[in-house]
């Protein structure tokens, strides 16, 4: 296998891999959520700080400057 083929297969295995998390993340009742530092996107390095659900580790919203101070302070 060359190795465009095998980066094509994996792309193919990271989609279905996505759809399948977006789908068992758009069935979650997020319940419980936490403030936690999360990639701003999938190619980046930058964290960002957001809630998150800590059963399905969906980005649920953002945080206010009180509880941003809070999660940075421990």
């Not at 969906?58 to 945080?63: H, K, N, R, T, V």
């Amino acid at each position: 296998m060359g190795i465009s083929q095998k980066i094509a297969a994996l792309l193919r295995k990271r989609h279905n891999i996505e759809k399948e998390i977006a789908k068992l993340q758009k069935s979650c009742k997020h319940s419980v959520k936490s403030v936690k530092q999360v990639r701003e996107n999938v190619d980046s390095s930058s964290l960002i700080i957001r809630y998150v659900c800590d059963k399905c580790s969906m980005i649920l919203g953002y945080p206010n400057q009180q509880e941003i101070k809070k999660y940075l302070n421990g």
